[in-house]
C-alpha cells in the first residue's frame, strides 16, 4: 500500500448505530487529519493530530471521537449519528503540522450514508 | 478568519483549450497554496504546491501562478484534454489548511 488509505469506502449506517472509520499513512509523516466534504461547502477541518497529539478540534460534535494510536494510523469513531452527517470523510497527512509550508496528501475518502 | 473563493464555480470548454481557473484568499498571511484535483466521490490528488516566496509553480501542462500581496492565484490548463474533467480545489495554509468549494471542469471531445 502506499500513500493514504481509508476503509471502509462506502458506509450505511443508521442513528443507533456504532461504527468506525479507519486511515492509515504510509508517507512517513506526522501530522494527521479528519475533513468531511458536504455538497457545495467547502472542506471543514474536523480534527488534526500532530505527533499522536490532538490539536485542533474545530467544535466537532462529541458523536465524532478521533482515535490516534500512532503516527501512522487514525481512527473516527461514529455514534448516535444524524442524517444531516452523511457526506464524504476524507483523511490527509502531511509533515509536521506546525511547520510552515507543508503539502497535505489525501485517502480516497468513506462515503458515509446516516438514514 | 480567512475565506477562500474560487470562481468560477463550473466551466466548461471544448477540447484543446487553454483555461485559467481563479483562486482567491482574504488573508495574505499565508505560508503555502495548494492546488488540487478531484475526481466524482474519490479522494483529492495533490496537483502543485507554491511556496508564500514563490511566484509560480509549473508541472507538464499546468502552471499554478501565486500573488500573495493581491490574495490571488491562478492554474493555468494549456490544450485541455477530456481526461482533465474533473473538480479543481485551493487550500491555503497558515494556522490550518482553508479550502475554496472548487471549479467544477468539462471539457468536451
Known amino acids: 500500500e502506499t500513500g493514504v488509505t481509508q476503509t471502509p469506502r462506502h458506509l450505511v449506517m443508521g442513528m443507533t448505530n456504532k461504527k468506525s472509520l479507519k486511515c492509515e499513512q504510509h508517507l512517513g509523516h506526522n501530522a494527521m487529519y479528519w475533513y468531511k466534504q458536504s455538497a457545495k461547502k467547502p472542506l471543514e477541518l474536523m480534527f488534526v493530530?500532530?505527533?499522536?497529539?490532538?490539536?485542533e478540534n474545530n467544535s466537532v460534535p462529541s458523536r465524532f471521537s478521533p482515535e490516534c494510536p500512532n503516527s501512522s494510523h487514525l481512527f473516527l469513531h461514529l455514534h448516535t449519528l444524524q442524517p444531516e452527517d452523511s457526506a464524504l470523510y476524507l483523511c490527509?497527512?502531511?509533515?509536521?503540522?506546525?511547520?510552515?509550508?507543508?503539502?497535505?496528501?489525501f485517502g480516497p475518502g468513506t462515503r458515509l450514508t446516516v438514514l | 478568519k480567512q475565506e477562500v473563493t474560487q470562481i468560477p464555480a463550473a466551466l466548461s470548454v471544448p477540447e484543446g483549450e487553454n483555461l485559467v481557473l481563479n483562486c482567491s484568499f482574504t488573508d495574505s498571511a499565508i505560508y503555502n497554496l495548494q492546488w488540487f484535483r478531484q475526481d466524482p466521490g474519490k479522494g483529492l490528488t495533490s496537483l502543485l504546491l507554491?511556496?508564500?516566496?514563490?511566484r509560480e509553480q509549473t508541472s507538464g501542462r499546468l502552471n499554478a501562478s501565486l500573488d500573495k500581496s493581491s490574495g490571488r492565484s491562478t492554474l493555468y490548463i494549456a490544450a485541455s484534454q477530456p481526461g482533465d474533467s474533473a473538480t479543481y480545489l485551493c487550500?491555503?495554509?497558515?494556522?490550518?489548511?482553508?479550502f475554496g468549494t472548487g471549479t467544477s471542469l468539462t471539457v468536451i471531445p
Open positions: 487550500a491555503v495554509k497558515r494556522s490550518q489548511f482553508y
Open positions: 507554491i511556496q508564500s516566496s514563490q
Open positions: 490527509a497527512s502531511s509533515q509536521d503540522h506546525t511547520s510552515g509550508a507543508i503539502e497535505q496528501f
Open positions: 493530530y500532530n505527533f499522536k497529539e490532538q490539536t
